[in-house]
C-alpha cells in the first residue's frame, strides 16, 4: 500500500491517482464570518480577520485558535461577513469634513480671548 | 507523599495516553478537512503532548525519574502504560473526533479531580490545563453535535464511530491492581471507578443532544491491557517512528 | 511562510492586457496616483482589471504554496526529535495553514471563492512555489527549510508588505510576525547540527548541498529574462525585482551559513567588494521551468495529497453545507 512517499504519515493513506480530477463544490468551504478580537478587558473589539465556519459556534470556535493561539486576547466576536453593513466607497465625500461647523470642535471656542478681555475691562 | 511506586505509576500512563494520541493527532496538521478545522485540531494535539511533556517532568523532577525526551522516545514498547484507544491510527475523520471527544472528556473529569489531589504538583498541574480542556470540549461537543444532526449519512458514521471507540475508550479506566487502592487512600486522586462514572456522566448529556445511542455501558467490555504493557499491534510501529531521528544518536542534542 | 518571489505566468496573460484598455482612462489615472500617493486600495474599491487578476493570482500562489509547503515539512512531524522540536514543528506546520487560510481570505476580497482557487491548485492550473516540489529527505532538510527558505520568504513577504492593497498587506504584517518565530526555530535546530556530532554536521551540509539549487530559484528567473514587471512595479504588486531579492537573501544569510563553519555548493559565491553585490553562479533555469511544469521529484504527490486531503474533508464539509445561505465575501 507504500505511496513511496518519504513521509511515514503520506505512506498510510490510501491516496488517489495521479491525474485524479477532483473538484470542491462551490460552498463546501461553508459561509464567511468576521473576526474582533478584544486583546485586554476595557479595549475595543477589533477586526483581525475571518473564518470560515458553518455556523456561528464554530466560527468562534475556530476564531479562537486562528487568531488569539498567540496574541493576548481575553474576548472575540464573530458576525457574518453577509450581515456587515458598508458605506460604499464612492461615498467618502459625506466624510469630509465641512470646515465651518467650527461649534462642534474645541477650537471653535475662544474662552480665553473673552477672559482677557473680561480682564482688561475691569 | 508516601508512595512513589503508585504515583509514578498513575503519572505514566496519564502520559503515555496523551503523548500518544497527541502524535496521532497530529498526523492530520496540514492534512484536516477543512483549515480553520486543520489549526483547531492541531492546536489540541499540541496541548495533549504538552501534557504529556509535564507529566514526565514531574516524574522527572519531583519523583526521580529519567530526563523527558529520553523517557518518551526511547523506552520500550512493554515499558509504555497507554490504552488501545490512542494507539489505534486514525482512520477517518469521524473515528478521530469520536475519540478525541471521549478522551478529552475523561481527561476533563481527571484533571478536575486532581484539583484537590494530596500531591501538590497535580493539583498545579490541573490549574494550568483548565482552560485548554473546556476549548477542547467545547470543541469536541459542538463537532459531535453538529455532525450528528447533519443528515443520514453523517449520523451514521457519528454513531458508527461511537459503536467502534466506546469500549476502548472505557479501557482508559482501567485501574492498577497494585496501586489504586494506595492512591485513593492517599488521596491522589478518586480512583478510576469513580472517574468512570463522572465520566459517563458528561458524555451522556452531549450523546443525547446529538441523538446518538449510548450503548448500555453494562453489557460492554471495556478494553483493557495497555496498563500492564500488553499494546495493540500498532504501537510498536508509531514509537520507532517517532524515535527514529532521536535514535541516531540518543547521547547528540537535537 | 513561502511567498515564491516568482508569480508564474497565466497563459492567457495577454488577452488580460488586452482586457485592461476598456478600463476607463480617468478611474485609471485616480487610481494610479492614489497607489503613488502611497495609500492602499480597498476591496470595494474601483480597480483595473489587470490589477485585479494580478493581485487573485499573486495572492493565491502565495496561499497555495503555504498550503502545499505545509506538505515537505509534515514529512518529519511523526518523527522529530524530542519534544521541544516536534511541537516547534507541528506548530509551525499549523501556521502554514493558517497563513493560508488568511491568504484565501485576502484573495477572497478580490471576488474569487476559496473553492475556486483550492480547484485551480488541484487541477494544476494555478501554481505554488516551485521549492516545495523537492523532498525533504532528512530531519536536517527541515532545519534548512526552516531557516533558509522561511528566511527566504520573509525578505519577499516584508517587501510585498509595503504593497498597494489592504487586505494582502494586513494578512502579511501578522504573516511576517509569525515568520520571525520559524526563522528562529529553524535558525535554532540548524544550529543544533552545524555544532553537533560530525554526524550531524554531515547530515546539515548534505541538507545544505541539495537545497541550495531549489534556494536560488525561490526568487524567480533572472530579471534580464523576467516579463511584464514594470506595470506591477508602478502599481505596487511587485515591490523588489527577483535579482535584488536574491541579493538581499545572500547578504543577510550567506554569512550566517559561513560562520558555522558550513560550505556552499557553488565556487563563485562571493560579495564584490566593489560593487557590493553577491556574485554566483546562475543557477539551472531550464531545470527550473522542467519543476514547474510537473517535472521535479514532488509535483505529483504533492498533488496527490492534496486531493486526498480534499477528498476525506468533503464528507464533514457537506454535511453542515448550508446551500440556502446568503454568502458574501470576507469585507476586508
Redesign the interface.
Known sequence: MS?D??????N???????G?????????????Y?VFHQDKRGAHHE?V???????P??AL??A???FA??KKCVNLWVV???D?L?F??EDEDMFANNLEKTYRDASGFKVMEKINKFKQSK | MSNNAALKDLIIKMADDELILGHRNSEWTGLGPVMEEDIAFSSMAQDKIGHAWALYRILHEDLGGEHPDRFAFIRSEKAFQSSHLVELPNGEYDFSLMRHFLFDQAETVRYESLQNSSFAPFQLLSKKVKGELKYHTLHADAWIMQLSNAGEESYARMQTALNNTIALAAGIFEASPEHEATLIADKVYPGEKELYHRWQERIYPVLVKSSLNLPDMSTITPVYGGRQGFHTEYLQPLLKEMGEVFNLDTEASW | MYGGGYIFDEPNGKQLREEQQHDEPEKLAAFEERIARGEKIEPGDWMPVEYRRQLIRLIEQHAHSEVIGALPEGTWITRAPGFKRKLALIAKVQDEIGHGQLLYNAAETLGKSREAMINDMLSGKSKYSNVFNYPAETWADVTVIGFLIDAAAIVNQVANAKGSYGPYCRALERICYEESFHLKQGHDAFIELAAGTPAQRDMVQDALNRWWQPIMHFFGPPDKSSQHSEKLMQWKVKMASNDEMRNQFLESYVPKIWELGLTLPDPNLRKNADTGRWEYSDPDWDEFFRVINGGGPCNEERLRVRKWAEEQGRWVRKALMNPGQKRAMPVA
Request: hydrophobic share 40%; net charge negative; with cysteine.
Open positions: 505511496n512517499s518519504l513521509d511515514p504519515r503520506v498510510r493513506l490510501k491516496l488517489g491517482a495521479a485524479e480530477v477532483i473538484k470542491v463544490e462551490e460552498g463546501e468551504n461553508w459561509n464567511v468576521e477586526h480577520g475571518c473564518v470560515h465556519a458553518p455556523d459556534l464554530l470556535v475556530f479562537k485558535e486562528q493561539r498567540r457574518k461577513s453577509a456587515i458598508a460604499d466607497v
